[in-house]
């Protein structure tokens, strides 16, 4: 019986079994796919936790998860497009640590040649994310953004994103990540209080806008600083966004295969560089929230479903 991971009542990352499961079939306008790697996102710790069981309860028990990649083993009747064997990615609300996923058609994209198994696995949330909040303030060039958080699983690809767009980018993180972000082109600002006078300092022409993927006060930094709420967008930050009336745009805003694999293609030719900073076997999966629950890393933390050697990620 293939494995999946499952929690049967809230709490910590001890509260995380590696279960057998039934074998799940395509059916009718369905396709199987054959897990290889699956993401890792904060969101799933409030999930697990039970933060958010009042907006999303769990029901037990309940898988995790959201964004995967793998190859496609069963194709269910009705379904055009895509055929056993091919390289896919996706999304699949609190199901995609597993071996096998069921998804639509709807929530699959291709995966191109040269986009390896972690970074494909990253696109369809944290990478859609990015998206969203990019084209919620729509940088135009010559302009300056800030992003928060900007060596974080969401931020790293924003900002590249952002400068994409023709954008000069500033990205604020722990001393530890300077190099990482200059690595990209960002310009790191020291997160944490005086961050509105590093950042005046850092862009004496003004910062045009800004992109939080942290909360914890960001988007007044952004308002202080006269950024209009036209152009900061936020995804960690409700308060803020009742308050100034700045955007939220989010994965939800970018839940389509579309944009998935237009994030693909930029990562496949190497404009785009989704940043593995740990992958962890499916049996570490307690471990890796553990790590996750630190907030600090550079880039994306992903489990591997199916072993792959780091030479081997792009099979
Ligand atoms: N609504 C949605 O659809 C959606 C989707 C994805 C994510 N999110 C949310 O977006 C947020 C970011 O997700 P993520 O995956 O990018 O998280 P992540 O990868 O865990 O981000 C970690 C980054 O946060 C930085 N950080 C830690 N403490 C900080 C502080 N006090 N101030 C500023 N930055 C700090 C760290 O910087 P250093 O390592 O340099 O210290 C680290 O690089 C989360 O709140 C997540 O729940 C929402």
Do not use: C
């Amino acid at each position: 019986m293939p494995k999946a991971v499952r929690f049967t009542r809230y709490g910590g990352p001890e509260v995380l079994e590696i279960t057998e499961v039934p074998q799940p079939r395509a059916g009718p306008g369905r396709v199987l796919v054959e897990v290889v790697a699956a993401a890792l996102n904060p969101g799933e710790i409030g999930i697990r936790e039970g933060v958010f069981a009042a907006v999303w309860p769990a029901r037990f028990p309940e898988g995790q998860g959201n964004d995967f990649a793998g190859h496609v083993a069963e194709v269910g009747d009705g379904v055009e497009g895509f055929s056993v064997g091919d390289r896919v990615l996706g999304f699949a609300p609190r199901a995609a640590q597993a071996e096998f996923v069921v998804a639509g058609p709807g929530a699959l994209a291709p995966m191109p040649a040269g986009l390896g198994w972690a970074e494909a696995a990253s696109i369809a949330g944290a990478g859609a994310t990015a998206w969203a909040g990019v084209e919620a303030v729509a940088p135009r060039p010559g302009e300056t953004v800030v992003v928060s958080a900007a060596a974080g699983g969401v931020g790293v690809l924003a900002a590249q994103l952002a400068k994409l767009r023709g954008a000069t980018v500033i990205g604020t993180a722990s001393e530890g990540n300077f190099g990482f972000l200059r690595g990209f082109g960002i310009h790191p600002v020291a997160y944490g209080p005086g961050l509105a006078e590093r950042l005046r300092i850092a862009a004496p022409d003004g910062v045009d806008a800004f992109l939080d993927t942290f909360g914890n006060g960001n988007v007044d930094v952004a308002i202080e600083l006269g950024v209009s709420p036209a152009r900061i967008n936020t995804i960690a930050d409700g308060r803020a966004v009742h308050r100034y009336g700045v955007h939220s745009d989010a994965q939800e805003q970018a839940d389509e295969p579309a944009i998935w694999a237009q994030l693909a293609e930029y990562a496949g030719k190497g404009e785009l560089t989704i940043p593995i900073a740990r992958t962890y076997p499916l049996d570490d999966v307690r471990d890796a929230y553990r790590d996750l629950a630190t907030r600090h890393v550079s880039g994306k933390r992903v489990l591997a479903v199916k072993p792959f050697a780091s030479e081997g990620n792009r099979r």
